[in-house]
């Protein structure tokens, strides 16, 4: 569980120019894990200008080089996969599961970017006026800065900085301050295995805003890649709108999960514990909304009940427990809070509800008789609570799961014609039909409305780092 505490600028680990640490804590019971560095923004500056000075070596770094280095980081993660799942476990608080399982997903975008790193294209062809050839290349769009937020602070750092890597940029981290230790030992592997000084760097300002501001009015920055919510995203792009610098937004969502009638109630249920309790329902992929048809709105609900009464709750590192804490008390108040104002507003608690005492702890929860445009229903729920709504008509219930400035992702069980027929009208940037899980890094990322800009993952995510230049060659 080792993972350095320190600042990364220009191939060193070092502290903050002034001295300063922030404690990280494990959320399960409270202890300090660590002290880290609380980045100045003159440090945050300073690992700006060490991107900027690798860069031009770096972008002309052979693609297979760059591959192999990439595929080396692969292998020594693969290999460590426990070490680095046990650091989640810590700081983040998940349940050994859920961080054994996101340092597999998170080490597969290495391999993947390794190979598409050589397979960059462009084009080649003659004008239709025959007057000239025309040549367009894709290069390495230049310095990126990369946020990346608590819930998967693997994952959402590694489906960034492998397609940066692959496809000749150079890169600032900015984690989560709750989370520093993952992307600490992310970017130590990648120092491990030999990526050259400067090309990866990493700093944790305390508070960030001020400080990313300053970086992304920094000349050299030509890309921001962001996830975390669409509150933050939009004061962000405001931010790269002074320097037009390219933004690529992974941002909040509201997936609506949707159960058709003459849909099989216990693969719903089975889709429905995934999609919902996946990462303790801390993910912006997380089912938030239940629409479920009135012939089939009793027994769902009393399944899923059931099922969610199953789920131990603990300590992550205790691997017989199926959910672990919150990131912090202040996420599991706010979680809280939703579920009382619910029950509140009308809401039925079927089961769950009750804030356990010590650690950042709150347990599965089912709501059911739940409005349509109540505050739940409209909200990013970021923890373990299923909200039910029943509808009558399957027009209802598009009409209802587009209801919402977020489109990211959905879900849908019923008959596979029915259910691919309504996938098609709902509007979102990815929908899973029939399954309860869709995240793949060979599978474009992304959502529609204020669900953000771009796409992460497949031969897709690399595009987000590259730009197009024509040159014009007189025949």
Known sequence: MTSPHDLFIDGQWRPAADGRRFPVHDPADGSELAQFAAATEADCLAAVDAAADALAGWSATPPRQRSELLRATFDVLTEEREQLAALITAENGKAYADAIGEAAYATEFFRWFAEEAVRIGGDFRLSPSGDKTIVVRRDPIGVAILVT?????????????????????????????????????????????????????LVTPVPAGP????????????????????EVGRVLLHEAADQVVSSSMELGGNAPFVVLPGADVDAAVEGAMVAKMRNGGSACTAANRFYVHDSLVEEF??????????????????????????????????????????????????????????????????????????????????????????????????AMANDT??????????????????????DSGMVAVNR???????????????SGLGREGSSEGILEFLEEKYIGIEV
């Not at 940029?169 to 989560?176: D, H, Q, R, T």
Request: proline share 8%; with cysteine; charged share 15%.
């Open 211 to 230: 400080a990313v501001s300053a970086m992304l009015h920094h000349p050299a920055v030509r890309k921001l890649s962001f996830t975390g919510s669409t």
């Open 436 to 450: 309860g899980v869709l995240s793949d890094p060979a599978a474009p990322f992304g959502g529609t409305k204020q």
């Open 301 to 398: 609900s009393t399944r899923i009940t059931a099922a969610m009464k199953a789920v131990t709750m603990g300590p992550g590192a205790d691997r017989s427990n199926d959910l672990g804490a919150l990131v912090s008390p202040e996420e599991r108040d706010k979680v809280a809070g939703l579920v009382d104002r619910a029950v509140a507003e009308g809401a039925n608690l079927a089961l769950g509800g009750e804030t356990p005492e010590g650690g950042a702890f709150y347990p599965p929860t089912v709501l059911t008789d739940v409005k349509h445009g109540s505050e739940i229903n409209q909200t990013e729920i970021f923890g373990p609570v299923t909200a039910i709504v029943g509808f009558s008509d399957v027009d209802e219930a598009v």
């Open 149 to 201: 937020p608590w819930n998967f602070p693997a994952a959402m750092a590694t489906r960034k900085i492998a397609p940066a890597l692959a496809a000749g940029c150079s890169v600032v981290l900015k984690p989560a301050s709750q989370t520093p230790l993952t992307a600490a030992y992310v970017v130590d592997v990648l120092r491990r295995v030999g990526v050259p000084a400067g090309v990866v760097n």
């Open 405 to 426: 400035i977020y489109g990211l992702i959905s879900y849908v069980y019923g008959d596979p014609a029915q259910a691919l027929a309504v996938a098609q009208r709902i």
